[in-house]
């Protein structure tokens, strides 16, 4: 293939380091597919059987698995608040840091580059940091609320500003680049046809940007509905947690309960979502945390 | 108006290289309603807590309505005395150094080999996919697979390598367990981030380099691995942000019920258990658990400062 006459023994080494690599990365790949279909055909069996025979097929296909997991696990409740709490929190999200974004990118002038970069340093601070002011301000908020204005809280409220808050960083950064990357020329072709700085933006710049903005909205989606530790922390009640949390729940049941099939079928609930939002946005997701972050 | 005199300058900046005047001035009126709410909101449920959390690190508080002392270092003194708190601190630095070690070797191989290699697109999106799910998810199903009855070790036993059979998760080999499980949920990102770069460097430098009688390994050497410099410095810096943080993973290991054993508590989970005060009913210790998120940052800025030193002087231009 490379065309020279004589085969040095360094170049015999680096060809079959090359198909060792390759073929260490088929089974990387296939190790991961055979990953989901274990825990899916999982979810379909008796708990007995997943110990007795961990590769096979199911003797009998336990659908009732998904039930049980959905109604006495009380996964479907949770499955509902996660639904909730990640849509409310990526539409807040998305309507606070495209504007953001587009004014950054676009109107700031001079003050563009030092808020940019701003918002870019809450992305490298550790969420930890941020942890016992959150659990503080969290339990503040309930206790003025209820003592003072509503007379009830529900922590999910917190929950989901805080999703918002500590997703805008990200968010804006990377909606910033998608928009300065857009050409200037139309918003002076808008411009001169009349348009209003706020109609050009919302009507043209917006509009244009949107697989921009559909790609962040995306992987907000995937990072919230993944997130646990912030639920953990701040809902203290097993109603209103969210899916990855009540999966927690179940599994530290287990002693009690021994219902792997159920478990599985509880990681299926969770996983499917990100599997199908996957096949779908694939190339974008992919694309979008890979160079969105790498510019 | 004060707005205007503010503006003034960048508005004649606007009309020195544009056209319009009064329309710049228009659109840097309409720069901070767009851009306050957000900017407003990071500020103060993000920026300003975040202060108050190295603030909480050199206190004892525990919320509205009890007392706020001041204790200096005391917070940090403590930490330092406790054991849990160094082991976790070890793991955690453990973790983050053996398994960036890892995926560095495996972007490595991957940038050799899977530039050229038949169905990469395939690849790249498979491996990537471990990524995109719940680390809960990961974590109990890695950990079922290595659980004493789990498929690992009844692969073995059916292979007849009764010897190999382990209490993977027993108190010894639970952390091995636990970076394995980090490293297959992590590297397929760090693969494709890394391969984007290779992806951007021009066809042609290649061709000279095969004309000029260089393997693959050489290409590597001496095309890819001197261009994508940048970004391995950028994967690294990412790679320490994420894996300081490391807590979801392990929590699945263990469940909610119990508290995880010392050997596999990274900071973030000791930082966990402070804030709640444990399962087991212990008092919430909230200015150590400040003060260890203020470290985990400090560790944090360090890996970040020294993943530059990998990036280049001078910037890329292709062409």
Same mark, same amino acid.
């Given at each position: 293939m490379t065309g020279s006459a004589r085969h040095r023994p360094a170049e015999v080494f680096g060809a079959s380091l090359i198909v060792l690599i390759r073929a260490g990365l088929w089974l990387w790949v296939l190790f991961n597919l055979a990953m989901v279909l274990w825990v899916m055909l999982n979810s379909v069996k008796t708990s007995r059987s997943i110990f007795a025979?961990?590769? @096979?097929?199911?003797?009998?296909?336990?659908?009732e698995n998904f039930a049980t997991a959905w109604s006495t696990s009380g996964l479907g409740a949770a499955t509902l608040n996660s639904v909730i709490l990640v849509t409310v929190s990526v539409a807040l999200i998305m309507g606070l840091s495209v504007p953001a974004a587009y004014a950054v990118a676009r109107? @700031?002038?001079?003050s563009s580059g030092p808020v940019a970069t701003f918002f870019a340093v809450g992305m490298s601070i550790p969420f930890q940091a941020f942890a016992v002011p959150m659990v503080l301000i969290s339990v503040g908020l309930s206790r003025f609320m209820i003592d003072w204005i509503t007379g009830a809280w529900d922590p999910r409220v917190t929950v989901a500003l805080f999703y918002v808050v500590l997703s805008l960083p990200f968010s804006v950064f990377v909606l910033i680049g998608y928009f300065r990357s857009l050409p200037g020329e139309l918003e002076e072709a808008a411009a001169l046809d009349g348009a209003t700085p706020f109609r050009t933006f919302w009507q043209i710049m917006a509009p244009l940007a949107r697989p921009g903005i559909t790609t962040v909205a995306v992987l907000n989606v995937l990072t919230l509905w993944n997130e646990t530790v912030i639920v953990l922390m701040l809902v203290p009640n097993q109603r209103m947690q969210t899916l990855n949390v009540a999966l927690l729940n179940f599994y530290s049941n287990m002693q009690y309960t021994s219902n792997w099939g159920g478990l599985f079928a509880g990681v299926v609930i969770v996983v499917l979502p990100m599997i199908v939002i996957y096949l779908w946005f694939g190339r974008r997701i992919v694309n979008g945390m890979t160079q969105g972050i790498g510019k | 108006m004060v707005a205007d005199t503010v503006a003034r300058p960048a508005a004649r900046r606007g009309r020195a290289t544009a056209d319009g005047g009064a329309l710049h001035v228009e659109r840097r009126r309409l720069y901070l309603p767009l851009l306050l709410p957000a900017l407003i909101a990071y500020l103060l449920f993000f920026v300003v807590p975040s202060i108050f959390g190295v603030v909480l690190s050199f206190a004892e508080w525990s919320g509205l309505g009890t007392e706020f002392s001041w204790v200096g270092v005391a917070n940090y003194a403590e930490l330092l005395s406790s054991r849990m708190f160094l082991s976790s601190f070890l793991n955690t630095v453990l973790l983050t150094l053996v398994v960036g070690v890892a995926l560095f070797l495996i972007a490595v191989a991957a940038m050799v080999a899977l530039?050229?290699?038949?169905a990469g697109a395939f690849i790249r999106s498979a491996v990537f996919?471990?990524?995109?799910?719940s680390p809960i998810a990961v974590g109990l199903a890695v950990s079922f697979l290595f659980n004493p009855k789990g498929m690992v070790n009844t692969v073995l036993g059916l292979a007849g390598l009764?010897?190999?059979?382990?209490?993977?998760?027993?108190p010894e080999l639970i952390f091995r367990v636990i970076m394995a499980g980090v490293v297959w949920s992590a590297a397929g990102f760090y693969v494709v981030l890394v391969m984007s770069a290779v992806d951007g460097i021009p066809p042609s430098l290649y061709e000279v380099a095969r004309i000029e009688g260089a393997g693959l390994i050489q290409q590597f050497r001496y095309v890819t691995l001197p261009l994508t410099r940048d970004m391995i410095a950028t994967a690294a810096a990412l790679w320490a942000i994420a894996g300081i943080k490391t807590f979801e993973i392990v929590i699945a290991f263990v469940g909610t019920a119990g508290t995880p054993p010392p050997e596999a508590r990274t900071l973030a989970v000791e930082q966990y258990l402070r804030v709640t005060g444990g399962r087991i009913g212990g008092m919430a210790q909230l200015g150590q658990a400040a003060a260890i998120g203020v470290v985990m940052t400090a560790i944090t800025v360090v890996l970040i400062v020294l993943s530059r030193?990998?990036?280049?002087r001078d910037r890329l231009e292709w062409s």
């Open positions: 025979n961990p590769v @096979g097929l199911p003797d009998t296909w336990m659908w109107l @700031g002038g001079r | 530039r050229t290699a038949r996919l471990p990524f995109m799910i009764d010897a190999l059979r382990q209490p993977w998760l027993g030193r990998i990036q280049r």
